[in-house]
Nanobody
């Protein structure tokens, strides 16, 4: 089993910053990568960023390139999402998940999410 807990969300003004943390536990080695997704009210989940588990290869959604940075600390078994220059449009629940199928780009092991609210 894999358990995922996200933290670090909160209320911030536009132009501010937040650092989200993702703490997987259990059989985390089954994941090929770890990713962040967001879901705003009325919308589906959208891809934000991902980082390979064994490697340091990173991927970003177009809307966050240059503003967000995904990183990991293998010793602490933690994945981070540094969010800079936040915009009102970034307001959403942010989820952390593990990639279970790299060919189909399918994710599982979803956390409960952490709320990010950006005031304009």
């Amino acid at each position: 089993q894999v358990n995922v807990v996200e933290s670090g969300g909160g209320l911030v003004q536009a132009g501010g910053h937040l650092r989200l943390s993702c703490a997987p536990s259990g059989r985390t080695f089954v994941s090929y990568a770890w990713g962040w997704f967001c879901q705003a009210p009325g919308n589906g989940r959208e891809f934000v960023a991902a980082i390979a588990r064994r490697e340091d290869t990173t991927y970003y959604g177009d809307s966050v390139k240059g503003r967000f940075t995904i990183s990991k600390d293998n010793a602490k078994s933690t994945i981070y999402l540094q969010m800079n220059d936040l915009k009102h449009e970034d307001t959403a629940v942010y989820y952390c998940a593990g990639e279970v199928n790299p060919i189909k780009k399918e994710y599982g092991y979803w956390g409960q999410g952490t709320q990010v609210t950006v005031t304009s």
